[in-house]
């Protein structure tokens, strides 16, 4: 018989995202002309680098010696400024040698949650429309994601906590969900998170936040930008069966940089610890010294980047709302908008034709799970110029 590959890594499903950027890298290196380029609005990233201050602190770092292996769980000091971190932003006081995990990204400290939880059989629910790779991590543990979509109520998506009720079964194990939202920009209010701390209670579940983007949130209520979305931390006892993930990408501009983090329950956090020595060892040491700094200095960043992400968010919804058959819910976090179409059924062929036609690039909604399809995820993170030709192209597409 011949060799061949795991079925477990067969379930996952490569991205549609990733699928239509290919395509869209491939026209790239086929146009000579650079105003002829593909307008890239698919990926969830901001077109803002690295700040200098944290580029300099990389180098120190680097300088200092920050070269070789840290200990698993990652450099103590970093670990002491996130517990800071947790302290000034949300009142919560985290033990850094115990409750605190580096890891090398967000997605890392999402994989190594999911899979401690995990094992083959078991079910995971997930809230969608939602970042497409906790169900793939889900699958790849040779589990099944049982995808609950949250339901658009008026301008707002809420839970469905009747569905969440009927979706449990006795093989269920881990409850997975993400505030602020990507796609939606959706972000759970502290009700919402007492109401899924007390389910996943009843239940006998862990709870699994992705709250990568905590400090990309607009406050409805007067507060001012630079106030952090609500976290699950805040609700949580130290003995409850929490994970939160965590990376520095979104906030500083670190995308590249490969530096995240995970908050858990002591038994959980010390079983991350000791996973990291056979998926990556350790996060970077000068990254992580950087992420300090940036934690330590980034306020005033994050404030400025906040305040021009908004501006172009209300660009988007204001330019969507005027075109017919588009609803355009309001994001109260994160830095996209995710219009639904009125009659689309495919939302892969038109953002595939989209891009053919017109050279515009976003992501098709049906890529983030159940109630995503008839939608689209643009990120807005772009320059304002770039932002409004691709806004603009797009209009003119849907007329047609």
């Known amino acids: 018989m011949p060799a061949r590959i795991a079925s477990s890594a067969q379930a996952v499903p490569y991205s549609r995202v990733r699928e239509l950027a290919e395509l869209a890298m491939r026209m790239d290196a086929e146009t000579a002309d650079p105003g002829e380029k593909v307008l890239r609005l698919y990926f969830g990233e901001s077109n803002i680098p690295t700040p200098e201050f944290i580029r300099r602190a990389a180098r120190k770092a680097m300088a200092d010696g920050y070269l070789r292996y840290t200990e698993n769980a990652g450099l103590l000091s970093t670990r002491r400024a996130l517990a800071s971190h947790y302290s000034e932003m949300h009142g919560v006081e985290l033990d850094p040698e115990s409750e605190i995990v580096v890891t090398a990204s967000g997605v890392q400290a999402l994989n190594t949650g999911i899979r401690i939880t995990l094992d083959p059989g078991d079910e995971a629910l997930v809230l969608t429309p939602a970042w497409p790779n906790g169900s793939a991590i889900a699958r790849y543990s040779c589990a099944t994601p049982v995808e609950i979509p949250l339901a658009l109520s008026g301008n707002r998506y809420e839970i469905d906590f ?51 983007y905590e400090r990309l949130y607009y406050p409805r209520d007067g507060r001012p930008l630079g106030t952090p979305a609500p976290s699950i931390l805040r609700q949580a006892a130290r003995e409850d069966a929490v994970i939160v993930v965590q990376s520095f990408s979104k906030s500083y501009c670190m995308t590249g940089w490969r530096v995240g983090w995970l908050v858990a329950r002591r038994d959980l956090a010390a079983k991350a610890a000791e996973l990291n020595e056979i998926v990556v060892s350790c996060a970077s040491g000068f990254a992580q010294r950087a992420a300090e700094t940036a934690l330590l200095r980034g306020e005033s960043s994050i404030r400025e980047m906040l305040a021009r992400l908004k501006e172009s968010r209300d660009f988007c919804l204001a330019a969507l709302r005027r075109m017919p058959g588009v609803t355009a819910p309001e994001p109260e976090g994160a830095f996209y908008v995710f219009p639904r ?59 047609k």
């Open 162 to 212: 009747d569905a969440l009720e009927r979706a449990v079964t006795p093989r269920t194990r881990t409850l997975i969900y993400t505030s602020p939202s990507n796609p939606l920009g959706w972000t759970a209010t502290e009700r919402d998170q007492e109401r899924l701390l007390e389910f996943t209670r009843r239940h006998e579940l862990w709870l699994l936040a992705d709250e990568v």
């Open 341 to 399: 179409i009125e009659g689309l059924t495919d939302s892969f062929d038109f953002c595939r034709r989209l891009l053919v036609e017109t050279k515009v690039g976003i992501a098709p909604g049906g890529a983030f799970g159940a109630g995503g399809e008839g939608s689209l995820r643009i990120c807005y993170a772009s320059d304002r110029p770039l932002l409004e030709t691709a806004i603009a192209r797009l209009a003119r597409f849907l007329e």
